[in-house]
């Protein structure tokens, strides 16, 4: 994912729907397929991760955070 920001990678605990979960680790399997093995070649965990990344680049979380009222809950 080509970034033209500085980025860092931070580890957390994220709380999403488990439809969304399920949504992503069946696209990402459909996507890359099976190996001669029969196997998925990709990783879902990383997949997780990378939809994240995305989602926060490009719906401008950045912004988000700057902005104070959204800390009250």
């Known amino acids: 994912m ?3 920001e500085d980025t860092i990678t931070v580890n957390v605990v994220v709380e999403m729907t488990t ?3 399920k949504a ?3 696209n ?3 996507l890359s397929g099976r190996n001669e093995k029969g196997h998925y070649t990709v990783d879902t965990a990383d997949k997780v991760s990378e939809m994240i990344s995305r989602f926060l680049l490009e719906k401008d979380f ?3 955070v700057k902005t104070t009222e959204n800390y009250r809950q």
Do not use: T, W
Request: aromatic residues 6%.
């Open 2 to 4: 080509p970034q033209s």
């Open 19 to 21: 439809a969304s979960l």
């Open 24 to 26: 992503i680790v069946e």
């Open 28 to 30: 990402a399997k459909r």
């Open 62 to 64: 950045e912004h988000f």
